[in-house]
């Protein structure tokens, strides 16, 4: 079974909005999409990046959340068209959950544009994918919506459903493949701060170590890696980064993850693809430990 998990893609639609001002985000946010984002994230990038998904021909696509930049209708649009393509190749191998961008504000939420839009997107907070007799995508949603900051939260009631999947697939004998959009841990050289992390992480961590899922996917922070810490040892921790973003760093540049699995969850070909900015998307090997 082939896998591609991808993530961060942000589309955006224009600088300002004349709307929910009372909210500092919508006059920060497109200050800084004017000097920042929309060089970062360059509209030239999106075809390129869902086309590069579609030739891998891949049974399972994972898109771990942040399809737009500001949760507004139009970014909506042209994410869902984009990703309708993908759907039409990949069907029910789409799996993806939001970010904290897709929830950006209070206002955003309510409109519920981004439901009504990304249909693929599950119901819940909560969910389960069965891939094979023993393998199974358990996905986290972590994401809601702060006037100023990018957390997410690992809220109780969703932690104790979490729990319980969890539970449940030790009961059954599932491998798993745990899906989120913000890491409960990251490398040194790449420490979170305290407005853009995962509060609560420690109990993600600690589930982790519980449970020890085979991997565990997830993005939000723009940098790709794969890491393997000694306190949760028995599981991969794959960060995809950004398919859409512009950088100088190999590991920020838009790219994806790769990899093979078996039926008995071995992970093979385990392959960064990274865009050249014109038409090609160069693999590299991502060390598993
Ligand atoms: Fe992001
Ligand atoms: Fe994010």
Avoid at 106 to 116: D, L, Y
Avoid at 120 to 137: D, G, S
Avoid at 261 to 283: Q, Y
Wanted: net charge positive.
């Amino acid at each position: 079974m082939k896998f591609v998990h991808f993530g961060d893609l942000h589309v955006w639609s224009r600088c300002f909005v004349w709307r929910e001002l009372q909210y500092p985000k919508r006059w920060i946010g497109p200050v800084n999409l004017r000097l920042n984002r929309r060089k970062r994230f360059p509209p030239g990038y999106r075809l390129p990046a869902i086309e590069a998904v579609i030739k891998e021909k891949t049974d399972i696509a994972v898109y771990t959340g942040d399809f737009t930049t500001f949760a507004l209708r139009e970014e909506f649009v042209m994410a869902s068209a984009l990703f309708e393509r993908i759907f039409e190749k990949v069907g029910d191998g789409l799996i993806a959950l939001p970010g904290n961008h897709d929830r950006y504000t209070e206002a955003s939420v309510q409109k519920g544009h981004m439901e009504h839009y990304l249909a693929f997107l599950p119901k819940e907070r909560v969910f389960t994918r069965q891939l094979a007799p023993r393998i199974t995508v358990v996905g986290v949603d972590h994401a809601y919506p702060f006037r100023l900051r990018s957390n997410g939260i690992v809220k109780d009631d969703v932690h104790e459903q979490l729990v319980e999947t969890m539970e449940r697939m030790k009961r059954t004998n599932q491998i798993v493949i745990l899906a989120g959009h913000f890491p409960f841990i990251t490398p040194p050289e790449h420490p979170e701060s305290w407005h853009h992390k995962l509060i609560g992480e420690e109990k993600m961590l600690e589930l982790v170590r519980t449970y020890k899922p085979r991997l565990y996917l997830h993005g939000h922070k723009h940098v790709r890696w794969s890491l393997r810490d000694e306190r949760c040892p028995d599981t991969l921790c794959l960060n995809c980064g950004s398919i859409g973003m512009k950088s100088d760093s190999r590991e920020k540049q838009a790219g994806y993850i790769t990899w093979d699995m078996d039926d008995r969850g071995e992970i093979r070909n385990l392959t960064a693809k990274v865009f050249d900015g014109r038409s090609t998307w160069v693999p590299h090997d991502l060390s598993q430990d």
